[in-house]
């Protein structure tokens, strides 16, 4: 893509030519990878900050690109329709990087209130470095001086919950929960969200030190300002980090002590760290080497142990049958957009297709290793049905030995607007509304608890 990214870091130039530029440069690159490859921000990330063009930035660049690529994504609907407004021809094919060096340009202009000439100027830069997008340097320059003079007015006017998000998206969710319910989900989508930590003991007094707060279900919130690897508690191992949603499913085990309990989809660990703390003995099966690893760093940090098994869930095989299972199952993630503005962008219906398919797999080898009188507990981080209620009622009416064992409206933290009449768990990204929007939500999470009777 940006050709010459080499010839960028090392030629030497003015300093003030410089500053910002390696920045953007790292947002164009990780644009490109989500938008045009379809590729999820969360892995290129790691990629990037491991020897790819975010690995020698300072931690201030890193944090300014991350926000730049956040904001684009977030906002990209709007931005989309402004630049269109100063495009007469719309946007040119094979023009290389062209389309995200302008969104990011545009999202700096529009929302992150960057001094025009300083965005522009790194923008045309970046054209000029890109072989394919060079010869539209001008009109990178045109396009922007508009969207710098009119482009706030512009997106100000236009009904940010529905632009931004894409139209399948849309009409899913209101066609299953309403448009008021869908319209709450996407103006959650334009916030960053506050960052939650699952704490082994004592929340208040984590709360006080990392300048968070408590909430109902013991999480401890923060609004992040740094690195997360420097806050108090992460070196000694005393938290994780964990959307307070997600801290549900685990629960729902109620007691696990002493009990065998298998995590079948279980890397990057949040649940498994949950279940061990509560004094189970936990197998960890995950199909990806690279995410079990994972785990097991994460494990070690925290001091906590498990047995680890490299193999597919929906065919292993081991020699014991267990008292409990959590299968927190791979899915369309679109629970949480609002912490991953990517997903509205790389999946696809033919994605959430794909997953049930896996899902009902998974559900049925997790339904044969359980115990008689064992529970299971189904979750997914999806707003999505097919990933959710209707799969849960399709494992119920294809296998006997299975009964839904409700979840009582006072069970998680009192929070009963989170447990449907039908005993089952969903979560909104717009409940837990505390007194500010950057303070409130969680992750939209399905779970459903099941009792294996014979
Ligand atoms: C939603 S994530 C699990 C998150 C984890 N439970 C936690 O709380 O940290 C889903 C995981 O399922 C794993 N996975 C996907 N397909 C699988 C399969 N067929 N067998 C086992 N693990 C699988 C993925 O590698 C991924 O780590």
């Known amino acids: ?265 279980a890397a990057p660990g949040g649940k498994t760290a949950q279940l061990v703390q509560a004094g189970a003995s936990v197998v960890a099966v995950d199909d990806s080497k690279t995410r079990l690893k994972l785990l097991e760093g994460n494990l070690a940090r925290l001091g906590l142990e498990a047995e680890t098994v490299l193999a597919d869930a929906a065919t292993w095989q081991p020699d014991e049958r267990f008292d409990a299972i959590l299968l927190d199952a791979p899915c369309s993630a679109t629970g949480t957009i609002r912490r991953h503005p990517d997903i509205s962008y790389t999946k696809s219906p033919q994605d959430i297709e794909a997953l049930s398919a896996l899902q009902a797999r998974l559900l049925d080898n997790a339904a044969r290793l359980l115990k008689p009188g064992g529970r299971l507990v189904y979750s997914t981080c999806s707003l999505e049905v097919e990933e959710g209620e209707a799969q849960v009622a399709a494992l119920l009416a294809r296998n006997e030995s299975l009964r839904l064992d409700a979840i009582a409206a006072g069970e998680l933290a009192g929070e009963a607007d989170w447990i449907w009449p039908s005993g089952l768990l969903r979560t909104f990204p717009y409940q837990l509304k505390l007194d500010s929007p950057e303070w409130s939500g969680l992750d939209g999470f399905f779970a459903a608890r099941l009792i294996r009777t014979g």
């Open 1 to 265: 893509m940006i050709a010459a990214n080499k010839q960028a870091r090392g030629k030497s130039r003015a300093p003030d030519a410089q500053v910002g530029l390696p920045a953007r440069r790292a947002a164009v690159e990780l644009l490109d990878a989500v938008l045009r490859k379809k590729q999820p921000l969360g892995d290129i990330l790691s990629r990037s900050l491991d020897g790819g063009a975010m690995s020698d930035l300072p931690q201030r660049d890193r944090a300014l690109a991350r926000l730049i690529v956040a904001t684009s994504l977030r906002r990209k609907g709007q931005l989309d329709h402004v630049l269109n407004a100063f495009m007469e021809r719309g946007m040119p094919e094979k023009s290389g990087s062209l389309y995200p060096i302008l969104l990011s340009a545009a999202a700096q202009l529009v929302f992150l209130k960057t001094p025009p000439h300083a965005a522009i100027d790194l923008a045309v830069r970046l054209a000029q470095y890109d072989p394919r997008a060079k010869r539209y340097d001008k009109l990178v320059n045109a396009v922007l001086r508009r969207v710098a003079d009119q482009g706030e007015a512009i997106a100000a006017g236009l009904d940010a919950a529905r632009f931004n998000t894409p139209d399948w998206l849309w009409s899913r969710w209101v066609q299953r929960w309403g448009e008021d319910r869908a319209r709450a989900i996407a103006e959650t989508h334009l916030i960053e969200p506050p960052l939650d930590l699952t704490v082994k003991t004592d929340p208040e007094a984590w709360a006080e030190r990392v300048d968070g707060r408590v909430l109902p279900t013991q999480s401890v919130r923060l609004l992040p300002k740094g690195r997360i690897d420097q806050l108090p508690g992460f070196a000694e191992g005393a938290w994780w980090v964990q959307d307070t949603a997600a801290s549900l499913p685990a629960r729902l085990l109620s007691d696990v002590s002493g009990k065998r309990v298998a995590d079948l989809c």
